[in-house]
T-cell receptor, first 112, second 113 residues
C-alpha cells in the first residue's frame, strides 16, 4: 500500500506569516493533487502537479513536486485567515487505474 | 455548472439500523467515488462506480454497498449500523476513473447512537 504522510499534522500561525507543509511517500506517484477542506464542506481541488521538479503557483500558494516524484510541498506566503482549513495531498498509485490515496492532512489555523 | 450534491446533509441513526445516502455528480461526469472521513483515519476510499459498474472497492466490510444509476447518480447503503460508522461520508465525481481529479460534494454527516 502506498502511503502519503503529511506534516505537520497541526499548524497554528499568525496572519501574515509564511508556512510550508509537506507530503511525503516512499513510493513514486505519477502525479499529486492538493485539496483544501473547510469545516462542514468537502475537499476542493487546488492544483495537480505532474512533472518531477514542477512548481505551480496559485496566488500566494506555491506547490512543488519533488524531482523523484515521491514528495510535494505547499508554501503559503503571508497567510490570511481565509487560508484556514485542512490541506490534503492525494495521488494515484503508479501505474494503473486505481483509486486515489489520500494523506491524513495538515490542519492549518491562521489567527488574526 | 452545478456542483456535486449530497443528501441528506445530516443523519442520526441507531445501531442496527440501515441508511441510504445519495449523490448527484457534476453533469457529464460518469465516475462517482465514495469516501469515509473520520478524525482518526482521514479519508478512506469506499468504492468507485463508472457507467453503472463498480470499478474499484476499498477495504470495507460487506455492510457497505453502493450502486450507480444510468443518469450517473449514485447511492451508498450501510446496513446493520455500528457506532464506528459515525463519520462524514463524501461523494466525489470525476471525468474518468482511477486517479482522476475529484470534485467533492459537501458530505453527509452520519451519527450512529
Amino acid at each position: 500500500t502506498q502511503l502519503l504522510e503529511q506534516s505537520p499534522q497541526f499548524l497554528s500561525i499568525q496572519e501574515g506569516e509564511n508556512l510550508t507543509v509537506y507530503c511525503n511517500s516512499s513510493s513514486v506517484f505519477s502525479s499529486l493533487q492538493w485539496y483544501r477542506q473547510e469545516p462542514g464542506e468537502g475537499p476542493v481541488l487546488l492544483v495537480t502537479v505532474v512533472t518531477g521538479g514542477e512548481v505551480k503557483k496559485l496566488k500566494r500558494l506555491t506547490f512543488q513536486f519533488g524531482d523523484a516524484r515521491k514528495d510535494s510541498s505547499l508554501h503559503i506566503t503571508a497567510a490570511q485567515t481565509g487560508d484556514t482549513g485542512l490541506y490534503l495531498c492525494a495521488g494515484p498509485p503508479a501505474p494503473g487505474n486505481t483509486p486515489l490515496v489520500f494523506g491524513k492532512g495538515t490542519r492549518l489555523s491562521v489567527i488574526a | 455548472k452545478a456542483g456535486v450534491t449530497q443528501t441528506p446533509r445530516y443523519l442520526i441513526k441507531t445501531r442496527g439500523q440501515q441508511v441510504t445516502l445519495s449523490c448527484s455528480p457534476i453533469s457529464g461526469h460518469r465516475s462517482v467515488s465514495w469516501y469515509q472521513q473520520t478524525p482518526g483515519q482521514g479519508l478512506q476510499f469506499l468504492f468507485e462506480y463508472f457507467s453503472e459498474t463498480q470499478r474499484n472497492k476499498g477495504n470495507f466490510p460487506g455492510r457497505f454497498s453502493g450502486r450507480q444509476f444510468s443518469n450517473s447518480r449514485s447511492e451508498m447503503n450501510v446496513s446493520t449500523l455500528e457506532l464506528g460508522d459515525s463519520a462524514l461520508y463524501l461523494c466525489a465525481s470525476s471525468w474518468g476513473t482511477g486517479g482522476d481529479e475529484q470534485y467533492f460534494g459537501p458530505g453527509t454527516r452520519l451519527t450512529v447512537t
